[in-house]
């Protein structure tokens, strides 16, 4: 199938993937009065009195806001916001069809920091959430902290968190598999923009021995004072052996490459370098930097990709929908990081060891009932991290 020509042709027929369904049915004078003047009057003083009230007589309490400026959506880099919106109509459509979380797209005509900051604080009061999305590096690194300072809902950028968490228990699983321990291997990440960033983070959490991160101009690495800010963070705090070169020179001998970068930049020559049991996740759509068959070709044991026409399809849906459900389903203040491990946990948990296997390392995006195990682990780790407000 030509997605591409048949997606503009389902687009022009839906006319919008989402749409505002009311939860009550006004039939009568009474059905009137009730929902709307004069007896509305009283919710809202309620409100007034206490703010909290608002999660418990409105919608706020299952409703997130999926916000973005149009500067980083899909392969397709900065296309404006209003280009954006069929993206942001997606993901609010998945969040319904699986987390049951309801979810508007805000697409927000600037590229100031400060300025988005502003807009989505003055609004955060109506959501119980907001998830950032295709947002471009540095600036969204920017944005969800400076959010996180002002807003008092859970700020989540998916892009780096989401795609964080789904790896993550990729990860956790195919060690299971190969019978290595993840604090004795080298993980070598290709690609250190806002999701890179945030894998690295999560690979930390996990006990992973040493990563070595790698973008275009070579291996990043402490000292060069060459680096930006966030690059130079990166490298403090991975690549122990202070290794230099390219990325054929960080693959050699390591475990696992984990990819976020461009098509068709690693080699046969280069997996066949890699250690024993090599795990590969070339992840850059639509094209991976390797395609699976050449990587299998060349030793790797394992690998899995963004895409769904192959094997251990590595996909946000898998996270975003069900720690948003956690989140609100204890009113949390925050998504911190006790929460995102306790999603990578839940969704690689949610495959038995018994049902482990090279094509088998990771949930189906599809299946509806992941979003609940990670909801559960979620809203439980808010608990014990002091984040939930019930």
């Not at 916000?67 to 993206?87: K, N, Q, R, S, Y």
């Not at 947002?135 to 809902?153: G, N, T, W, Y």
């Not at 990166?234 to 050699?252: E, F, K, M, Q, Y």
Request: aromatic share 4%.
């Amino acid at each position: 199938m030509d997605y591409s020509v048949k997606s503009l042709e389902k687009h022009r027929e839906w006319q919008g993937k989402i749409e505002v369904i009311s939860r009550v049915k006004i039939q009568t004078r009474e059905d009137l009065s009730l929902a709307y003047t004069p007896g509305v009057a009283e919710p809202c003083l309620q409100i007034q009195k206490n703010i909290a009230e608002s999660y418990r007589l409105t919608r706020r309490a299952n409703l997130i806001a999926v916000v973005t400026d149009g500067t980083a959506v899909l392969g397709l880099g900065d296309i404006g916001p209003e280009a954006g919106m069929p993206v942001m109509e997606g993901k609010c459509a998945l969040f319904k069809e699986f987390g049951n979380v309801d979810a508007v797209p805000l697409c927000v005509r600037s590229k100031d920091v400060d300025e988005i900051v502003r807009t989505i604080s003055l609004i955060s009061g109506s959501f119980g959430g907001i998830n950032l999305e295709d947002i471009s590096a540095p600036r969204c690194f920017e944005i969800e902290e400076k959010l996180k300072k002002v807003c008092d809902i859970p700020v989540f950028h998916d892009d780096q968190h989401g795609t964080a968490v789904v790896v993550a228990a990729a990860v956790l699983n195919s060690l299971k598999i190969v019978g290595k321990d993840p604090s004795h291997v080298t993980v070598v990440l290709c690609g250190a923009g806002s999701a890179g960033t945030a894998i690295t983070k999560m690979l930390k959490n996990i006990n992973i021995g040493d990563i070595i991160v790698t973008d275009r101009n070579g291996i990043l690495c402490r000292g060069d004072r060459s680096l930006s800010g966030e690059h130079a963070e990166l490298a403090r705090i991975t690549n122990r052996n202070i290794l230099r070169g390219d990325l054929s020179v960080a693959l050699n001998g390591a475990d696992v490459f984990i990819g976020v970068s461009a098509p068709g930049i690693v080699s046969e020559k280069m997996i066949s370098s890699m250690a024993k049991d090599a795990i590969v996740f070339p992840m850059a759509n639509p094209v991976p930097e390797i395609m699976p068959d050449k990587a299998l070709r060349a030793g790797a044991r394992i690998v899995g990709t963004g895409r769904s026409d192959f094997p251990n399809q590595i996909n946000n849906v898998l996270a975003f929908p069900g720690i948003f459900r956690g989140a609100l389903d204890v009113l949390a203040t925050d998504i911190n990081d006790e929460m995102k491990l306790a999603a990578a946990k839940a969704i690689a948990g949610y495959i038995k060891d018994e049902e482990l296997n090279e094509e088998n390392i990771i949930p189906s995006a599809l299946d509806r009932n992941v979003s609940a195990a990670v909801a559960r682990a979620v809203a439980e780790a808010a608990v014990r991290s002091g984040v939930s407000r019930i």
